[in-house]
């Protein structure tokens, strides 16, 4: 999708008269935006898009009349179109917030708990940041097909375990359904992963639980100290790094809080650091959709130590910009679209070293 000429044109849609008018002057002090309307709820918002055409909406998730999860469906059903979450901080408001990236949602924000003006305010750069970027993404919507799990012995042969082999994969926008559908791909005695995906603390529990109730493997959040398995995704807790660490024969995850990295925590960058250090030539990385510039770094580190480094190409990602500042850096070995990269992960992992047939 190209960028549109001219200000980006927004539509926000909140039941919150409050919330209305400050993401209104907030979203007004870019010179880059400009806000077409403000809808109290889905109802007139329909009505505004088809007379306003805005290029990108801002969705509250609670509304009277119709939920926005039910708006969103409709949407992307009928007209789709980027929009970004406006979601509270509560595990309902995460457990929803899960379902409208699936249905076709580019990003989201969280709204503050408390001291709602001092909070928003704090958001604004994160805010506009999305919308510039749904602005331009790529829409999976309406339903990007969920990929369908392979069976236990299926397509790979009788299936393999490994347990040097590690795979770290890195994604921000557009990552949550980018994952779903490689996660969901992979067998359930294929080497072990570790995710980071930019994502609030609040959000990770929800995501990981969601993907442990769909994929053949076991996913869940990473916890200090935890041992690595086969068959195993662990996905960085929001608002702290995960790191792979080795401790003998075992590899261990390690998650600590720590500085901002590439301007995040969780840091794909330190992800993919300490596993070109600890597993050099026995790891995959991989780096899908999403903004800015996180991970290139560090998967260029692992290319160095030998490892297998793939990057989603521009046609699949929702966002190429993550996989293009590695392509840039020559950190990235091949680029694929996102349903070829979980075989070659696997090819890659069944061809070399440490793959013991069973």
Request: with cysteine; net charge neutral; proline share 6%.
């Given at each position: ?83 970004v979450m406006v979601s ?232 190429y910009g993550m996989p ?35």
């Amino acid at each position: 999708m190209t960028r549109p000429k001219g200000p980006i044109k927004v539509l926000i849609v909140d039941d919150s008269a409050l919330m209305r008018q400050m993401l209104t002057e907030m979203l007004s002090s870019d010179p880059e935006i400009e806000v077409v309307g403000a809808a109290p709820h889905p109802l007139i918002a329909r009505t505004m898009i088809k007379e306003l055409l805005p290029d990108v909406l801002t969705l509250d998730i609670e509304m009277p009349q119709m939920d926005g999860l039910s708006f969103l469906e409709k949407i992307m059903t009928l007209r789709p179109m980027p929009v970004v979450m406006v979601s509270s901080l509560t595990q309902s408001g995460a457990d929803a917030t899960m379902r409208a990236l699936e249905i076709g949602a580019v990003d989201f924000v969280s709204k503050p708990v408390a001291g709602l003006s001092t909070g928003m305010a704090a958001l604004r750069d994160e805010l506009i940041g999305k919308l510039k970027a749904a602005a331009t993404a790529r829409l999976r919507g309406g339903g990007m097909r969920l990929a369908s799990k392979l069976p236990a012995s299926g397509s790979w042969g009788g299936g393999f375990r490994s347990s040097e082999k590690i795979i770290a994969i890195g994604a921000s926008t557009g990552g949550v359904e980018a994952l779903r559908e490689l996660i969901c791909s992979l067998p359930p005695d294929g080497p072990a992963v570790l995710v980071t995906q930019h994502m609030p603390a609040q959000f990770t529990a929800s995501f990981a639980n969601r993907l442990d109730g769909l994929a053949a493997v076991a996913v869940s959040e990473a916890r200090d100290g935890v041992r690595v398995l086969p068959g195993h995704v662990y996905i960085a807790p929001g608002n702290f790094h995960l790191e792979l660490k080795r401790s003998g024969a075992d590899y261990l995850c390690s998650v600590a809080d720590g500085p901002l990295v590439s301007g995040h925590r969780p840091s794909v960058d330190v992800l993919f650091d300490s596993v070109a250090r600890v597993a050099g030539e026995n790891a995959v990385g991989v780096i899908l959709t999403g903004m800015g510039r996180d991970g290139a770094k560090g998967l260029l580190a692992m290319r160095g130590a030998g490892a297998m480094t793939i990057g989603e190409d521009a046609t699949t990602c929702v966002v190429y910009g993550m996989p293009r500042a590695a392509h840039e850096v020559g950190a990235t070995q091949i680029e694929l679209p996102l349903h070829k990269i979980p075989a070659e992960i696997l090819s890659h992992c069944r061809m070399t070293g440490h793959a013991q047939r069973i």
